[in-house]
């Protein structure tokens, strides 16, 4: 059974960092895209990080590029988002998300296969 096991959320002040961990199994990431979601209340489900074993294309939001890190540990079948200079507007929930292979829209939800449960992530002012 596939899994996806999002972690790392929490309260953090405006400027502060956290690092998201998801820890997947079920699959390694070989040939697989894995990335993050984010949806804000009120607001649509937004990509913000993805990076692809299948053409080693990594991928950022334009509203996180320079702050926010996507990496993997493949021993340990973790991905994790590094979150640095937290905004207020960067409160959400986050979702882990995977698909076999390299979908051909990144940013479109419906393009994986699985999603984690998602971790709250609420910064303040």
């Known amino acids: 059974e596939v899994q996806l096991v999002e972690s790392g959320g929490g309260l953090v002040q405006a400027g502060g960092s956290l690092r998201l961990s998801c820890a997947a199994s079920?699959?390694?990431?070989?040939?697989?895209?894995i990335g993050w979601f984010r949806q804000a209340p009120g607001k649509e489900r937004e990509g913000v990080s993805y990076?692809?074993?299948?053409?080693?294309?990594?991928y950022y939001a334009d509203s996180v590029k320079g702050r926010f890190t996507i990496s993997s540990d493949n021993a340990k079948n973790t991905v994790y988002l590094q979150m640095n200079s937290l905004k207020p507007e960067d409160t959400a929930v986050y979702y882990c998300?995977?698909?076999?292979?390299?979908?051909?829209?990144?940013?479109?939800?419906?393009?994986?296969?699985?999603w984690g449960q998602g971790t709250q992530v609420t910064v303040s002012k």
């Open positions: 079920g699959f390694t990431f070989e040939d697989y895209t």
């Open positions: 998300v995977a698909a076999h292979g390299r979908p051909l829209l990144l940013t479109i939800w419906g393009e994986y296969d699985y």
């Open positions: 990076m692809s074993s299948v053409d080693g294309v990594t």
